[in-house]
């Protein structure tokens, strides 16, 4: 069946570092979405992307869209603790474009 | 972006009951979302419901187990039915964005514990 997977599952950064989370789709996807969702919260949506190749910025927050749309990342630069939370990804089923698949998402933790 | 309630925000119950979860948005919507997560766990689609039909459901979810009801473009509910411990978790309803795109809004979502 469809799938969309995402690593890592962790990420540990110390503050000021970088982070990168990667998700990979097994269909093409005519968008993908990401969402960001911090402890004891609800996910909130960050972007939508839709197009072959696109890449968008969100201060210190890119997001990119593979040529194919099956890809997608999303990388922090310089990261603060107000970045800490799981990111996913989400793409629509297969015929749809509301519903939704998940990614298991990356949650961004800043070592101490 | 829409103002989504949900009611209760917790409960523990025991196995063989059910609870009926509410979904309030501050303005009209199309489309409103059910989903389950897990502590820890990612996002996973039980159902949509449209004001006016029949709620769809995603493989593994039946309606006898989750009925929803969508009785209006602000309301919505869904019922846990015949609870075991394996349906302790996150419940979240959503609903999509203005039209212009297909992101979704969330509700804080019901923390269900089954003893």
């Known amino acids: 069946g469809q799938q969309v997977m995402q690593i890592p599952q962790y990420q540990h950064v110390q503050e000021g570092e970088d982070f990168t989370t990667y998700c990979n789709s097994s269909t093409t996807l005519s968008n993908i979405q990401w969402y960001k969702q911090r402890p004891g919260g609800h996910p909130v949506f960050l972007i939508q992307l839709v197009k072959s190749g696109e890449v968008k910025k969100q201060k210190r927050l890119t997001f990119q869209f593979g040529e194919a749309k099956k890809n997608s990342s999303l990388h922090i630069t310089a990261t603060q603790t107000t970045d800490v939370g799981t990111y996913f990804c989400?793409?629509?089923?297969?015929?749809?474009?509301?519903?939704?698949?998940w990614g298991a998402g990356t949650k961004l933790i800043i070592k101490p | 972006s829409a103002v989504i309630s949900q009611k209760p925000s917790r409960d523990i119950c025991q196995r063989g009951t059910s609870l009926t979860i509410q979904c309030q948005v501050d303005s009209q919507v199309t489309m409103m979302f059910w989903y389950r997560q897990q502590p820890g766990q990612s996002l996973t689609l039980i159902a949509t419901?449209?004001?006016?039909?029949?709620?769809?459901?995603e493989s593994g979810f039946v309606i006898d187990k989750f009925p929803i009801s969508r009785p209006n473009l602000t309301f919505s509910t869904l019922t846990v039915s015949n609870m075991s411990p394996e349906d302790s978790s996150i419940y979240l309803c959503s609903v999509d964005g203005d039209g212009t795109s297909y992101e979704q809004y969330f509700g804080p979502g019901t923390r269900l514990t089954v003893t």
């Open positions: 419901a449209n004001q006016g039909s029949e709620a769809t459901y």
């Open positions: 989400a793409g629509p089923f297969m015929g749809s474009n509301y519903q939704l698949i």
